[in-house]
């Protein structure tokens, strides 16, 4: 049955109990540096994508929650779209699900399609982009290009089992300090405004998967209090996902803030060793509560976050000493081989 409106909470859980506890990372081949260069038929790396979810597997994941780009959409539908179902079968062929982001507010603000410019050294996600960025999202007589890229891939996917959820707007009021000077002034409206029509975009496109975008800062514990798009998020997701990158205390205070909305809660984003996010801490709060759980980045590579978001201030000079995100090491090694046992076991349950 196709739902045109916000699903029940009654059919939430009932989604919610068809899956196993999901536990996975955010993921993006280490050969490429932003979606662009995922996703463009000439830097589609699918050998790398195949090795790389082979390892995840081995380290017990069972989702993915993988980043698009509209750019890549409009460049070349058809070819885009291919690309995404040759992605979804070899996930699906290793027992992973996927998780689609179709929007971003975070990084770049000037996205442009072609080669993309290498990583600066030593500087977290440095080549990672918006979609659509400032010059479309501030201007809403245009939001409309982003209209067919949203329903066209939705509704090819929309009863694909390989597609588990569509996470719509990634952080979409985000102001990205390190592009303050191409930031629009307003761009906590302007996205306030796109997300909403992203919701009702994506609900004609009548998926069977749940629709959800993340709440990723403010206070949730009081709906009297909630931002305009906290609220909005709450009000249209199926599922409540969100992000904390804090100690476990921190995850378990948000857990509790959010379970008063009544839906099946995802982690989106977590896992930053230095703030004290990690595996060992987190996870068995996860795991408790069935919270699906999805760390940041496996194979360290052109995205470069293991160095932390400091680095675009200090870039770093070599390795540091306490990786900020990732798991492996390009060669498939764990970067802490009991970090990565631990993942063995808790997900073997």
């Known amino acids: 049955m196709f739902h045109r409106r916000r699903w029940s909470s009654r059919r939430a859980w009932e989604w919610h109990r068809r899956q196993p506890w999901l536990v996975g990372c955010n993921f993006v081949p280490s050969s490429a540096a932003n979606q662009l260069e995922m996703w463009q038929a000439e830097t589609f790396d699918l050998e790398t994508i195949r090795r790389e979810l082979g390892w995840a597997r081995e380290l017990g994941f069972n989702t993915v929650r993988v980043f698009l780009h509209h750019l890549v959409w409009q460049q070349d539908a058809h070819g885009f779209l291919e ?63 982003v209209r067919d890229y949203v329903q066209g891939v939705i509704g090819r996917f929309r009863d694909d089992p390989r597609v588990l959820a569509w996470d719509l707007f990634n952080e979409p009021d985000n102001e990205n300090a390190a592009y303050a000077a191409s930031e629009l002034p307003d761009k906590g409206e302007m996205a306030l405004l796109l997300l909403d029509r992203a919701f009702r975009w994506a609900r004609a496109a009548r998926p069977r998967q749940p629709l959800t975008a993340g709440l990723w800062r403010g206070e949730w514990d009081d709906p009297r209090r909630l931002s305009a798009i906290d609220r909005l998020m709450l009000e249209q997701s199926d599922v409540v996902s969100f992000h904390c990158y804090g100690p476990p205390r921190e995850v378990q205070r948000r857990l509790e803030a959010l379970a008063r909305y009544g839906r099946p809660l995802l982690l989106t984003e977590f896992m930053a060793r230095p703030l004290g996010s990690t595996f060992e801490g987190v996870l068995p709060l996860l795991k408790e509560r069935k919270v699906a759980a999805y760390c940041w980045g496996l194979v360290a590579g052109k995205t470069q976050t293991i160095y932390p978001w400091d680095s675009w201030a200090r870039p770093y000079e070599g390795e540091p000493q306490l990786w900020f995100h990732d798991v492996l090491r390009p060669d498939g090694t764990p970067y802490r081989p009991e970090e990565a046992e631990f993942l063995r076991r808790i997900t073997a349950d």
């Open 83 to 145: 690309r995404m179902d040759r992605f979804l079968d070899v996930a699906w062929g290793l027992g992973i699900a996927t998780m689609f982001v179709l929007l971003d507010g975070v990084w770049d603000p000037r996205p442009r399609p072609g080669p993309q410019p290498p990583p600066r050294p030593g500087v977290h996600n440095s080549r990672w982009l918006q979609s659509p960025g400032a010059e479309v999202l501030g201007d809403p007589s245009r939001h409309h290009e």
